[in-house]
């Protein structure tokens, strides 16, 4: 598998700026840099302060 790229191909889309990802947490505005994921589809995000839910939401 090369990157380079044929003529006529165009790179493969890759989402453009950055993601906005607020904490889950119920009444919290914050930044949500935290994921916590059992699957690849459930993704939950919780910001600092409630990262412990997050923790709980896995079991730890």
């Given at each position: 598998?090369?990157?380079?790229?044929?003529?006529?191909?165009?790179?493969?889309?890759?989402?453009?700026?950055?993601?906005?990802?607020?904490?889950?947490?119920?009444?919290?505005?914050?930044?949500?840099?935290?994921?916590?994921?059992?699957?690849?589809?459930?993704?939950?995000?919780f910001c600092f302060g409630h990262r412990d839910h997050g923790e709980r939401l896995l079991g730890r």
């Amino acid at each position: 598998m090369s990157d380079e790229l044929r003529p006529g191909e165009t790179p493969a889309s890759a989402p453009s700026g950055i993601f906005v990802h607020y904490c889950e947490r119920e009444g919290s505005s914050a930044w949500g840099g935290w994921r916590y994921s059992r699957t690849k589809q459930e993704t939950r995000w919780f910001c600092f302060g409630h990262r412990d839910h997050g923790e709980r939401l896995l079991g730890r």
